[in-house]
């Protein structure tokens, strides 16, 4: 496999990245959702972030997607508008092959340019160690984990929460910040 492009996505890759998710929620872990949503679903939440300035990437290669990223808002309250909680889902047949670790990367840069200064991740499944590594490669943090908080396929799973800085992270006071 090529080394793939990482690009921030547009609509015309929502197809793509509908499919890559529809196939996590389906047989994964990752996620906690039950039900797949549909493209118009999928786009709805992307131009919510998109309209808000968040970062949404996808991988490429040979012209397909093949992984995508994005960060969004870590909880809806203004004292929190300097953090964000990330995702990063792959096509299956690509996993193990340093994608994750390239988006991974490229999402960090992307928001610390946008002054964020905090990124949360809440990984699901404790079981999910090739996520936690990926996140741990980034820089992230273990801060905890939530026992038994989701029931899916039948069994509770946990979520790991991991947090790194970005930019100064919490060593300053952002010049926009309006305290």
Known sequence: MSTPEIRPATEADLPAITEIYE???????A???????????????????SDGGFPYLVAVVEGQVIGYAYAGPYRPRPAYRFTVENS????????????????MQRLIAECEARGYRQM???IGDS???????????????????HANVGLKFGRWLDT????????????????????
């Not at 790991?160 to 305290?179: F, I, N």
């Open 127 to 145: 079981a999910n160690a090739g996520s936690i590594g990926v996140h741990a490669k980034c820089g992230f943090q273990m801060i905890g984990t």
């Open 160 to 179: 790991v929460m991991m947090q790194r800085a970005l930019g100064e992270g919490g060593s300053t006071v952002p010049a926009s910040s309006s305290d």
């Open 88 to 103: 990063v889902y792959l096509k299956p047949a690509t996993h193990r092959r340093g994608i994750g670790l390239q988006l």
């Open 31 to 49: 996620t906690f959702e039950l039900v797949p949503p549909d493209l118009a679903e999928m786009t709805r939440r992307f131009r919510t972030l």
């Open 23 to 29: 196939h996590a929620v389906r047989y994964g872990t």
């Open 120 to 122: 949360i991740a809440v």
